[in-house]
């Protein structure tokens, strides 16, 4: 036997081996430990529509987001008008995205230059001079304005992502939709309520002070005083947990440190009656601030916020160093885990809202699977009934391809962690019928050689040959359809995409690299006599 058909007969039993381990876990239930710890033992993941979980399209509001940028900026304009020594008469922040300026009339250029040198994402929409000084109406620019919202998806993607990874489900599907949406597929979610309360809270943290000079009921009455606003706790439930009725506390309207300086949080037991706490460990410029924080106000109580919920005000007894902090509410251990993995995760950079919400039942998953599966057995089988009847014994060698191609596409699926869909089912059953298109192409040739009175041996080597370039022609075209499907594609059609183009891949191998060895070990085996086809 010639070395070459050697080789590639143990390159393909290689590969068949190699394949047949990766789909056992996913033929297979209990796996033995020396397996889980040497062989391959993750099982094919499954799609939302074949296991069952929910479907969500959140909606980001990035116009809120560009609201807080506009806030900041003002934040920093006052400080730095102080620092400059420059007088001021009104600066506000109007129509949700504008800022409105007014200083001297002496001050007008000054305020130029400074908003041209060290504002060049801002604007000056209007300024007009008048006795009272100059007003200036500020605005981001367009350009600022579009990579903000840019940015605010992708932050907001990156959150719900780090969430949802620490949530623990198996293999989701988290992808940006469109401007400012985002699709979020969690198959096998159990609870979809607490999943949908993970991902869609702000966690903004705030540490704010209380007003201790006025009364909060006073404030309820009237209006707050200025620099103050009203935000509500909630009482304990005689089980533990927060219970619904509403404490108003008036705090401060600056936040003196947020939850950015966060490096872990985690959930602790107490052995009081509140239950457990989460503690917050702060990174070092955290610590400092935390530390600089209480130290100037030992005695005052320190609200601590999560979206404008106010989760504890302890009183501050001593200056706190170490970065260390803790967030007590009367938490059941749920919500305290909750609460732990939104503050890891980090803030969301602006509100979302739940804009589509799909449930699919594990019932229906499996139905499509036995659905997707009888029509790939009934596909499957009438390809192989036609090559036999039309091809003979040629046939038989195509559909031993067709089934190797098949193993092979599983088994790449399965390496590469890939998720099987519906659609994805789809891409495999069309793979099988252009798996044996590439065999037609092959014994059509082979035929026509044959006609022409050639040997077999000849034949064989004149139908690969001439066949190969059409092959290969049609199979990188709808390759590259493939590619981009999947790069333009969403859901489902990813899905198919990613069978596709695989399945092309393992179908050239197969149909035309696996079924030669058969031909030419008969050819080196002097046994090629005549041709079955």
């Not at 143990?10 to 062989?39: D, H, M, N, Q, R």
């Not at 190797?404 to 790449?412: D, G, Q, R």
């Not at 059609?493 to 070990?521: M, N, P, S």
């Amino acid at each position: 036997m010639q070395r070459g058909v050697v080789v590639r007969l143990v390159i393909f039993l290689s590969l068949t081996l190699a394949g047949v381990f990766y789909l056992v876990p996913s033929f297979l239930g209990e796996l033995p430990s020396w397996w889980s710890s040497s062989l391959p033992a993750d099982r094919i993941h499954l799609g939302l529509d074949l296991q069952g979980g929910s479907h969500l399209v959140l909606e980001v509001k990035v116009d809120k987001a560009i609201e807080n940028s506009v806030e900041r900026i003002k934040e920093d304009l006052l400080k730095l008008l102080r620092d400059k020594g420059i007088p001021m008469t009104e600066l506000s922040r109007v129509r949700g995205n504008q800022i409105q300026l007014k200083v001297p009339s002496a001050s007008g250029d000054k305020v130029r230059d400074l908003l041209k040198t060290e504002f060049g994402n801002l604007t000056v929409a209007s300024s007009q001079a008048g006795a009272g000084g100059v007003d200036f109406l500020l605005a981001l620019s367009e350009k600022e304005i579009r990579s903000l919202r840019d940015a605010t998806v992708d932050q907001s993607l990156e959150t719900i992502r780090n969430r949802i990874d620490q949530f623990g489900v198996s293999e989701p599907i988290i992808q940006r939709q469109g401007q400012q949406d985002i699709l979020v597929q969690l198959p096998g979610i159990q609870d979809p309520e607490r999943a949908k309360e993970i991902i869609g809270k702000t966690a903004l943290l705030e540490f704010k002070l209380l007003d201790e000079t006025h009364s909060a009921e006073e404030a309820l009455r009237n209006a707050p005083p200025p620099g103050t606003e009203i935000l509500y706790g909630y009482g304990a439930r005689g089980n533990g947990g927060l219970g619904a009725e509403k404490i108003p506390y008036l705090v401060e309207a600056r936040s003196l440190m947020t939850g950015e300086y966060i490096a872990d949080a985690r959930v602790r037991p107490s052995s009081r009656l509140e239950g457990p706490y989460v503690e917050l460990i702060l990174n070092s410029s955290g610590a400092r601030l935390f530390e600089r924080i209480t130290a100037e106000n030992v005695k005052r109580r320190l609200a601590i916020v999560l979206d404008n919920r106010v989760y504890s005000a302890p009183v501050i007894q001593e200056r706190i160093g170490g970065g260390r902090a803790s967030i007590t509410g009367n938490f059941e251990m749920k919500e305290a885990r909750d609460l732990a993995i939104v503050l890891r995760a980090g803030a969301l950079p602006a509100p979302v809202e739940i804009a589509e919400e799909r449930t699919v039942g594990p019932s229906l998953g499996r139905d499509s699977i036995r659905q997707g599966i009888v029509s790939f057995v009934v596909g499957g089988s009438l390809v192989i009934l036609f090559m036999i009847a039309y091809y003979k014994g040629a046939g038989l060698v195509a559909d031993l391809a067709v089934l190797f191609n098949v193993l092979y596409l599983i088994a790449v699926l399965a390496g590469f962690k890939a998720v099987l869909t519906l659609p994805g089912i789809a891409g495999i059953v069309l793979t099988v019928g252009m798996a044996v298109d590439a065999n037609v192409l092959i014994n059509e040739r082979i035929r026509e050689e044959l006609r022409s009175g050639k040997s077999p041996r000849a034949a064989v080597e004149a139908g690969y040959e001439r066949a190969l370039p059409a092959i290969l022609d049609s199979n990188i075209t709808t390759f590259l359809s493939g590619l981009i499907l999947f790069q333009f594609g969403t859901g489902p059609i990813k899905g198919f995409a990613v069978t596709l183009c695989v399945g092309i891949l393992t179908t050239v191998l197969t149909a035309v690299y696996l079924t030669r060895i058969y031909y030419d070990y008969r050819i080196a085996a002097r046994k090629l006599a005549r041709i079955s086809i």
